[in-house]
């Protein structure tokens, strides 16, 4: 099973609600990834998460927050987005053994109104 | 300032005919550089990853070379097909081995 899987495919919320993304891989990676894409532009790395600890943050802002319960599992919480949060929302998994391929899911198209 | 620049934002190619993308960076020292492709509302999928060390890399139809020296990475597709029309990115890690970052992208249309 090589898939990473996100859901919801899209989010609708507004600007004083309280929502999650969710990714989940069942491939045994031990790195997880949340990326930012805007239209036109390449995805940005927000968060990574090495055996289930924070490794990196980007400077993402607090109304950001991510989660990881299990080896399996991502979370992403939003909570006081603003209309330019408005983005397609990547997961991405790796081995984290030094081969740094990276497999992506099929993202969350957010729209904050 | 460090920069990933792929050198075409938009390339058109005869189907049949071999496209060649460029991703050049400056003020980074990666260990590894990659190349992705992602299709419209989709997410990337990896095709080839090559190291510091290796000069090229091929995979089918996929052919890359990294010039440590120059900081350039290209990328060919030989005997394109319309299939292979898509944005194409490439990505070096630039802080430790799991940050990485992506180039701007080339929108590959390959015309039958």
């Known amino acids: 099973d090589t898939e990473v899987t996100q859901t919801p495919k899209h989010l609708v919320m507004g600007m004083t609600n309280k929502k999650s993304l969710k990714c989940e891989q069942h491939?045994?990676?031990?790195?997880m990834y949340w990326y930012k894409q805007k239209a036109k532009k390449p995805p940005e790395l927000m968060f990574v998460y090495s055996y289930e600890k924070l490794s990196i943050n980007e400077s993402v802002p607090s109304r950001f927050s991510p989660e990881c319960p299990n080896s399996s599992l991502l979370n992403l919480h939003l909570h006081a987005l603003q209309p330019e949060d408005s983005a397609l929302y990547l997961c991405?998994?790796?081995?984290?053994?030094?081969?740094?391929?990276?497999?992506f899911g099929p993202g969350t198209r957010l729209l904050v109104l | 300032s460090q920069k990933i620049e792929q050198n075409s934002e938009a390339l058109n190619i005869q189907e049949g005919k071999t496209a060649t993308l460029t991703c050049n960076y400056t003020?980074?020292?990666?260990?590894?550089l990659q190349w992705y492709r992602q299709d419209p509302g989709r997410g990337p999928v990896f095709l080839l990853l090559?190291?510091?060390?290796?000069k090229e890399k091929r995979k089918e139809r996929l052919k890359v070379t990294f010039d440590t020296t120059l900081k350039q990475s290209l990328f060919h597709i030989t005997a394109s097909q319309p299939a292979d029309s898509a944005t194409y990115l490439c990505?070096?890690?630039?802080?430790?081995?799991?940050?990485?970052?992506f180039g701007t992208g080339t929108k590959l249309q390959v015309i039958p």
């Open positions: 491939m045994g990676h031990r790195a």
């Open positions: 003020n980074y020292s990666p260990a590894y």
């Open positions: 990505a070096l890690n630039s802080g430790g081995y799991q940050k990485v970052t």
């Open positions: 991405a998994s790796s081995q984290d053994n030094r081969d740094e391929t990276q497999y």
């Open positions: 090559i190291r510091e060390n290796e």
